[in-house]
């Protein structure tokens, strides 16, 4: 086949899902368990919080600031191919990211 735009960019996209299909079903469970747990985690704790009377701005900021070092800590591993603890920590961001700004939604700010 000739090697068109489009071609390349399904054998790229093959490239990108291939691995989560093959691995094994404990790994791939364990990646979306931490990534459901993040979301769970970061949705209870301000909701919890947000009834108290702390300012929920330095909240925000205590969440992110944690996010960023563990985004700094998985980059500081020198492995060229992650641990799974690794893409675990990274899952459980994504997650808590996407509930941090879900609860900014639904406030509407």
């Not at 979301?39 to 701005?57: A, E, G, Q, R, V």
């Not at 799974?84 to 961001?93: A, C, E, T």
Request: glycine content about 4%.
């Amino acid at each position: 086949m000739q090697k068109t735009k489009f071609r390349k960019f399904i054998e790229s996209l093959i490239g990108i899902i291939n691995p989560f299909i093959s691995d094994s079903w404990s790994k791939r469970s364990i990646i979306l368990f931490s990534l459901l747990f993040g979301f769970y985690f970061t949705n209870s704790l301000l909701s919890f919080l947000l009834d108290k009377s702390i300012n929920t701005i330095f909240l925000a900021i205590i969440i992110l600031l944690i996010m960023e070092l563990s985004i700094h800590s998985s980059l500081l591993s020198n492995s060229s191919k992650f641990s799974i603890f690794v893409i675990s920590i990274n899952n459980f961001r994504i997650g808590s990211t996407y509930a941090l700004i879900l609860e900014a939604f639904k406030l509407g700010s």
